[in-house]
């Protein structure tokens, strides 16, 4: 099975339908540097202008009075002691990019401010530090996809229609619904449960039905009969969201049992991998296409037999 991820979205449905309008599927970073070198400071510039320019995310003003010489994480990712009190005195950004070098390495660290903890942390010998920044977009484009996964509201457009799907099911009921597509795209189905510690699940494309490319005017029936959906065993309002893509997308992290129909979508690795050198990526991102075009979401209920 092919690993998938996801941008764009319609659905079309006469019983009930969401029309809210979410926060922009981007966080606020503030990027700061942990050693001033005419480097670093090079660097720094240059991600900032990656960031905002291909719209990856809102890069806030300098931090005043900046602590540059405070962070220390454990091997959990843990803001240390002196971390923490300064992680919390930052109000006004979701993430913290802190860029350094050390005994010729340049090395970026991305911190979840909210949570005082290390979600990133890679390093390339300085004359690579380029290709460290692309890097770091890349698993920064994962993060974005998975915010606007949980989080972003819903829009609408005709890219999709979707029949059959009922506003209430009985826990444990079966759910089997249509999609249909109005033009050639990959297309995604996901479940977000009510329960946010919950991954969302991938319910199509899955390990039966492996191929969601549709064509214009074709149907598709999800799940189909070789495998069941069940609503959830305790009463709950869970939410489908489908996204319809032009290009098919491989960022999907994914995890599941041998015995699952269907796959749990993960968010990012905690840190960065040192697999080395990759190729740098163009200005097109994920991210962006998310930004363009909103979601649209169905929410059912689960009451109790």
Known sequence: ??????????????????????RLPVYKIAVEVTNQTAETLILRDFMKDQIQSTGRGLVS???????????EFDKEGIASGKSAEVLQKLN???????????????????????????????????SLSKTLVFDFLGFLDKKNIYLALSETGSGSNSQLKINSLKPTYVAGEPIRFEIEAAEDNFVYVVLVPENQKGEPVLLFPNQFQNDNFIRKGDKVTIP?????????????????????????????????????????????????????????IGSQTITASIVQSPVMEWEYQTISR
């Not at 099975?1 to 969401?18: D, G, H, N, P, R």
């Not at 990019?97 to 300085?126: C, H, M, W």
């Open 1 to 22: 099975m092919k690993q998938f991820w996801i941008l764009t979205a319609f659905l079309s449905l006469s019983l009930f339908s969401s029309d809210r309008v979410g």
């Open 61 to 71: 003003l300098p931090i005043k009075n900046f602590e540059s010489n405070v962070w």
């Open 92 to 126: 006004d950004v979701d993430k913290l990019a802190l860029i350094s070098t050390e005994d010729g390495q340049a090395v970026i660290s991305f911190v979840d401010v909210l949570q005082q903890k290390l979600e990133y942390r890679n390093s390339l010998p300085e």
């Open 224 to 280: 189909d009969k070789r495998i069941s959906f069940k609503a959830s065993t305790t009463p709950s309002k869970d939410r489908i969201r489908a996204f319809a893509s032009r290009e098919e997308w491989k960022e999907f992290q994914l995890r599941s049992k041998r015995e699952d129909s269907f796959y749990k979508i993960l968010p990012p690795a905690i840190t960065g991998t040192k697999s080395g050198v990759r190729p740098m």
